[in-house]
């Protein structure tokens, strides 16, 4: 049987109206997400906003912040004298470059993971954007540590408020893990530097460590990103040494829009880069339906023989979809299936939302938890039981069980 991550009983409505890019990026989706998402990234509603403007530079206007600055002391990497030698820093993205001209006081996260970089950098934001999940300050179990006492504002997953980003003062705007188009970086950067997504990555696909590192020369924090990345790349170091038997073994990321159409994650998206890390191998004939500059492929039920592999790990919404695809002939058909090999994380759990950010916080979170799963799941006996319970996970530090907003206006 495969195995499942249930936190909740319950099955939570799909938001109305038009779909949007994020509704893929957790594994969400329904009707004609695959058009829109073939025809465009994303709908207009679920966009930044979008007018002209200029690149600008750090000009200090958190000088008069006072005592509402949102950086915590310096990291123990850096003293305060080092932290403000290391500007000015030029940043290369996607449209061009951002000039930081002094350390930053006042840190907007509009990228949707972005929050997590800069908690695990020792800095306070004054503001996050929120993704899915419904968590307190739109931050997951795994960062609450860091978050601390703080309580930043949340910025919606959908059009942003330019009058609410203006009275946040920022004096740094991260869209690390963003699509801005042109126009809306020029209206970010209009109101303070903005450091875009990367451009030699699709959007969404930047590589984690390359979005510590990012982070980590914006805050002046580079020494700290560093440090932050060998600790989680030694964690994957020794998740491999410990399972030996994952190297070489087929794994898919998948989910599904609507009965009939599923979609598979490619390389690039951080759910298969995480099961490559682990060895995993993304087969062929998936990686070859990836259209060029996308992290994601559409298959028909009728292909689903492509989910045939060793792992298979199901991105799921509702209670719902696991069922209705356990009752498909051609999927009960599957060896996947037949063995256990397939393994289901509701958009609503932790482990879900841990690989989604993929985040120097999340990926250990994931690590600690997922193992024992993917390495029971891996095994082709139906019969093994994770030495953990995936029910287990999906509850925050206090014990509560974790249930998402009904409105899911994903990114």
């Known amino acids: 049987m495969g195995r499942t991550d249930r936190s909740h009983t319950g099955s939570a409505p799909l938001v109305a109206g038009p779909l949007s890019r994020g509704r893929f990026l957790t594994g969400f989706g329904g009707a004609a997400f695959a058009a829109l998402f073939l025809a465009a990234c994303g709908d207009e509603g679920d966009r930044e906003p979008s007018t002209s403007g200029g690149t600008a530079a750090a000009t200090g206007t958190a000088a008069d912040t006072g005592a509402d600055t949102a950086t915590r002391d310096a990291a123990p990497t850096a003293t305060a004298t080092e932290t403000a030698s290391a500007f000015p820093v030029t940043i290369e993205h996607r449209y061009g470059a ?24 020792e800095v306070t ?41 203006v009275a946040l003062r920022p004096d740094l705007i991260l869209a690390v893990y963003s699509g801005l188009t042109e126009d809306e970086y020029a209206t970010l950067s209009g109101i303070a530097p903005t450091v875009a997504q990367s451009g030699e990555h699709v959007d969404y696909g930047t590589p984690w460590p390359e979005m510590t590192r990012v982070v980590g020369r914006a805050l002046a924090r580079a020494a700290r990103a560093e440090t932050l990345i060998a600790e989680v790349e030694a964690r ?40 490559a890390a682990l060895g995993f191998a993304l087969p062929a004939e998936v990686r070859g339906l990836v259209p060029s500059g996308s992290f994601y492929a559409v298959v ?58 993929s985040s120097v916080l999340s990926l250990p979170y994931a690590l600690d938890e997922l193992m024992p799963v993917l390495a029971a799941a891996s095994d082709g006996d139906p019969a093994t039981e994770p030495a953990v319970s995936l ?16 409105d899911r206006s994903h990114p």
């Open 391 to 406: 029910d287990a996970t999906a509850h925050d530090k206090e014990g509560r069980c974790i249930h998402p907003p009904d």
């Open 300 to 357: 028909s039920a009728e292909q689903l023989a492509l989910l045939d592999v060793d792992l298979l790990v199901w991105f799921t919404l509702t209670d719902a979809e696991q069922p209705a695809l356990e009752s498909l002939p051609l999927y009960r058909g599957l060896k996947a299936a037949r063995a256990g090999r397939d393994v289901f994380l509701g958009g609503d759990s932790p482990l879900s939302g841990a690989l989604s950010f």
């Open 125 to 165: 934001p004054v503001a996050v954007r929120e993704w899915y999940g419904g968590q307190p300050y739109a931050t997951w179990p795994w960062a609450q540590d860091e978050l601390g006492d703080a309580t930043p504002e949340v910025l919606p997953p959908g059009e942003l408020d330019l009058e609410q980003v």
């Open 98 to 121: 951002t000039e930081i001209a002094r350390a930053p006081e006042r840190v907007v996260c509009v990228g949707f993971s972005d929050h997590d970089i800069v908690l695990a950098l």
């Open 236 to 275: 994957f170091a020794e998740a491999r040494a410990a399972h030996p038997e994952f190297e070489g073994l087929n794994g898919v990321a998948a989910c599904s829009f609507e009965p009939g159409s599923y979609g598979m994650y490619g390389l690039g998206d951080p759910r298969a880069e995480f099961l």
